[in-house]
């Protein structure tokens, strides 16, 4: 085994959770170093980039709502900080959403969802099918209405990952384009990882935020092992014209037939159109059916994607948790952090997530925002569920 190389935290797993948590680490002052083998890559490559605390809220997940909240009135101080920082534009568009209903079931979900935003205390308008296509010329003449989010933006989530990057660099922190093999535990407690090639990186502090394989990292004890698995989500990109105007001029989507579509309109032209949900393991191939079907339903909603050249094809994996909740902050095992789990809105929450995962690693303890995100949320029943 090759000789320790430490710092005080060390970041398992570059994508933008990992990042901006070692990021916001070094600005507290923490040695910090991130191990990936291709930092700055992982879902954000795929991601359509919504901030949608708004139009994201399910039923039974209004605890989310809180900390979705937290970290999207967090995003223009957030953004504005990594681009004076960075120098990169990050496509962050405040430019709103709009959910729409082609027929009567469609009608009476979004009716549902308006209902319950309501009492949840949110911002978001209904409009009759005439008003959705006032705002959007571009819609089917058959939507039947819709809900107007005026809070629900989007940011390119390339690009934010790019930014991280280099925001990781000029804070100072380490990058090992490693994988790691194995966590070593010396006692009871975390001290580092082993890289693929042998290398021992010592840290005071580890953080396991590998996404979707934040639950494979051999070494991890059982109890602690996050119950995180990969949903496979599908995407098309399509360009927009220039001329004539803009195209869409915010976030549409609706539930056709069951299933979720959207289509997100960024400001360099590209038409994210997404996204499937599949249960499929680690696998991440782009299916026709998959792509049949966002086509068909974005068609439904918005007949003139068809004339547009389609430019690439995508499958990423979500990180989900039994909860769909993130998994943020100290573990059982002394010295074992985890920053997964962050599912359908890990985008939306990285502000959230780099300022909460600094706290608990300079103090020990959550921000009062995180703390129903606690890791010790599933350690709790799994241990109540063992026969005694
Ligand atoms: C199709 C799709 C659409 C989405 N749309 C949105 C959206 O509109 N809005 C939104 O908020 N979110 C969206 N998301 C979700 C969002 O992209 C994810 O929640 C977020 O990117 C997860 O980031 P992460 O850093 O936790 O994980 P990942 O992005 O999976 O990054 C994990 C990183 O860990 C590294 N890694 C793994 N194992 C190891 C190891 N053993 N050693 C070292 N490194 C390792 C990987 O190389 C990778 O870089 C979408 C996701 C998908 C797939």
Same mark, same amino acid.
């Given at each position: 085994?090759?000789?320790?190389?430490?710092?005080?935290?060390?970041?398992? &797993?570059?994508?933008?959770?990992?990042?901006v948590?070692?990021?916001?680490?070094?600005?507290?002052?923490?040695?910090t170093?991130?191990?990936?083998?291709?930092?700055?890559?992982?879902?954000?490559?795929?991601?359509?980039g919504?901030?949608?605390?708004?139009? $994201? +809220?399910?039923?039974?997940?209004?605890?989310?709502?809180?900390?979705? %909240?937290?970290?999207?009135?967090?995003?223009?101080?957030?953004?504005?900080?990594? @681009?004076? +920082?960075?120098?990169?534009?990050?496509?962050?568009?405040?430019? &709103?959403?709009?959910?729409?209903? /082609?027929?009567?079931?469609?009608?009476?979900?979004?009716?549902?969802?308006?209902?319950?935003q309501?009492?949840?205390? %949110?911002?978001?308008?209904?409009?009759?099918?005439?008003?959705?296509?006032?705002l959007? =010329?571009?819609?089917?003449?058959?939507?039947?209405?819709?809900?107007?989010?005026?809070?629900?933006?989007?940011?390119?989530?390339?690009?934010?990952?790019?930014?991280?990057?280099?925001?990781?660099?000029?804070?100072?922190?380490?990058?090992h384009?490693?994988?790691?093999?194995?966590?070593?535990?010396?006692?009871?407690?975390?001290?580092?990882?082993?890289?693929?090639?042998?290398?021992?990186?010592?840290?005071?502090? *580890?953080? +396991?935020?590998?996404?979707?394989?934040?639950?494979?990292?051999?070494?991890?004890?059982?109890? *602690?092992? #996050? #119950?995180?698995?990969? *949903?496979?989500?599908?995407?098309?990109?399509?360009?927009?014209?220039?001329?004539?105007?803009?195209?869409?001029n915010?976030?549409?989507?609706?539930?056709v037939?069951?299933?979720? *579509?959207? +289509?997100?309109?960024?400001?360099?032209?590209e /038409?994210?159109?997404?996204?499937?949900?599949? $249960?499929?393991?680690?696998?991440?191939?782009v299916?026709?059916?998959?792509?049949?079907?966002?086509?068909?339903?974005?068609? $439904?909603?918005?007949?003139?994607?068809t004339?547009?050249?389609?430019?690439? @094809?995508l499958?990423?994996?979500? =990180?989900?948790?039994?909860?769909?909740?993130? /998994?943020?902050?100290?573990?059982?095992?002394?010295?074992?952090?985890?920053?997964?789990?962050?599912?359908?809105?890990?985008?939306?929450? @990285?502000?959230?997530?780099?300022?909460?995962?600094? $706290?608990? /690693?300079?103090?020990?303890?959550?921000?009062?925002?995180?703390? =129903?995100?606690?890791?010790?949320?599933? &350690?709790?029943?799994?241990? @109540?569920?063992?026969?005694?």
């Amino acid at each position: 085994m090759s000789p320790t190389r430490t710092s005080d935290v060390l970041v398992v &797993g570059g994508g933008i959770i990992g990042l901006v948590t070692a990021w916001r680490a070094a600005q507290r002052g923490l040695a910090t170093a991130v191990v990936d083998p291709e930092p700055g890559g992982g879902a954000a490559r795929v991601a359509a980039g919504m901030l949608a605390a708004v139009t $994201e +809220l399910h039923y039974g997940e209004e605890t989310l709502l809180g900390l979705n %909240l937290a970290s999207a009135r967090r995003y223009p101080g957030f953004a504005a900080e990594l @681009t004076e +920082l960075t120098g990169h534009d990050l496509g962050y568009r405040a430019c &709103g959403t709009l959910a729409v209903a /082609l027929d009567a079931d469609d009608r009476a979900h979004l009716r549902e969802l308006h209902a319950l935003q309501q009492r949840s205390g %949110l911002d978001s308008q209904w409009l009759s099918g005439r008003d959705c296509r006032r705002l959007e =010329p571009m819609l089917a003449p058959g939507v039947r209405g819709g809900l107007r989010v005026d809070g629900d933006h989007q940011i390119d989530p390339r690009r934010l990952a790019a930014a991280l990057v280099t925001a990781c660099e000029r804070a100072g922190v380490t990058v090992h384009r490693a994988r790691a093999e194995r966590l070593v535990v010396a006692g009871d407690r975390a001290t580092g990882v082993v890289t693929a090639d042998g290398t021992e990186l010592g840290a005071g502090q *580890v953080v +396991l935020a590998a996404g979707s394989l934040s639950g494979r990292l051999a070494g991890v004890p059982a109890d *602690v092992l #996050p #119950p995180v698995r990969p *949903v496979k989500g599908q995407v098309v990109r399509l360009t927009m014209p220039a001329r004539h105007g803009p195209f869409l001029n915010r976030t549409v989507r609706a539930v056709v037939r069951g299933s979720h *579509v959207y +289509l997100v309109p960024r400001e360099n032209g590209e /038409l994210v159109i997404g996204a499937t949900s599949e $249960e499929m393991g680690w696998d991440t191939t782009v299916t026709a059916g998959g792509v049949y079907e966002l086509l068909r339903d974005a068609h $439904e909603l918005v007949p003139g994607i068809t004339e547009l050249p389609l430019t690439e @094809t995508l499958a990423g994996l979500r =990180p989900a948790s039994p909860d769909n909740a993130p /998994l943020l902050g100290p573990t059982e095992l002394e010295g074992l952090l985890l920053a997964t789990g962050h599912h359908r809105n890990g985008v939306l929450l @990285t502000p959230v997530t780099g300022d909460a995962m600094a $706290e608990a /690693l300079t103090t020990g303890a959550l921000p009062e925002v995180a703390r =129903p995100f606690t890791p010790r949320r599933f &350690g709790a029943a799994v241990r @109540t569920e063992q026969p005694a």
